[in-house]
T-cell receptor
Framework: ETGVTQSPTHLIKTRGQQVTLRCSSQ?????VSWYQQALGQGPQFIFQ???????GRGNFPPRFSGLQFPNYSSELNVNALELDDSALYLC???????????FGQGTRLTVV | SQQGEEDPQALSIQEGENATMNCSYK?????LQWYRQNSGRGLVHLIL?????REKHSGRLRVTLDTSKKSSSLLITASRAADTASYFC????????????FGSGTKLNVKP
């Protein structure tokens, strides 16, 4: 167990809807990164939050947004869901200067 | 893109045999890490190798890094059925520290 928890585990949404995914980082970690993993592919970096500020973003449109809270937990919000947003969403927590990131078990999002 | 690519895409071996997976990447890196993923769930960190290191060992795992060829290999010795999983390499660079780029993975099947 990595100490990184994600909720919910599974989610089914309709195209056009909005979704919020949650991640609790490992105790003592101040950085959370989000990744999208489509079926059969490797994870792709969405964005990273450090001390409540976005600290880098991958090639994802603005309808993907996030938040980090003072306790370093984080949310990933996706607006106007598209069928291609169906994927496993992973969050990873790490600490400043650390090279290793610990991943949660992911949220499986299905858009129908 | 800095994304790593694993080779082969799939590997099937008998229990007790060694498994070797390769990873290539495109730009200079800070660290290279290997992760395991069981059944599309969370990623488990296996081993990290820094750009100034050439080889690391951890239990039955051996990782090599050749920065001149921009490649790494992961060797699992005396494989077990429980090693059946997908294996990913992930890189980060000095300008995107702790923001990982993953390859598409090697799917390892260890037959009992």
């Amino acid at each position: 167990e990595t100490g990184v928890t994600q909720s919910p585990t599974h989610l089914i949404k309709t195209r056009g809807q909005q979704v919020t995914l949650r991640c609790s980082s490992q105790s003592g970690h101040n950085t959370v990164s989000w990744y999208q993993q489509a079926l059969g592919q490797g994870p792709q970096f969405i964005f990273q939050y450090y001390r409540e500020e976005e600290n880098g973003r991958g090639n994802f449109p603005p309808r993907f947004s996030g938040l980090q809270f003072p306790n370093y937990s984080s949310e990933l919000n996706v607006n106007a869901l598209e069928l291609d947003d169906s994927a496993l969403y992973l969050c990873a927590s790490s600490n400043t200067g650390a090279t290793e990131a610990f991943f949660g078990q992911g949220t499986r999002l299905t858009v129908v | 893109s800095q994304q790593g690519e694993e080779d082969p895409q799939a590997l099937s071996i008998q229990e007790g045999e060694n498994a070797t997976m390769n990873c290539s990447y495109k730009t200079s890196i800070n660290n290279l890490q290997w992760y395991r993923q069981n059944s599309g769930r969370g990623l488990v960190h296996l081993i990290l190798i820094r750009s100034n290191e050439r080889e690391k060992h951890s239990g039955r795992l051996r990782v090599t890094l050749d920065t001149s060829k921009k490649s790494s290999s992961l060797l699992i010795t005396a494989s077990r059925a429980a090693d059946t999983a997908s294996y990913f390499c992930a890189t980060d660079g000095w300008d995107n520290f702790n923001k990982f780029y993953f390859g598409s993975g090697t799917k390892l099947n260890v037959k009992p």
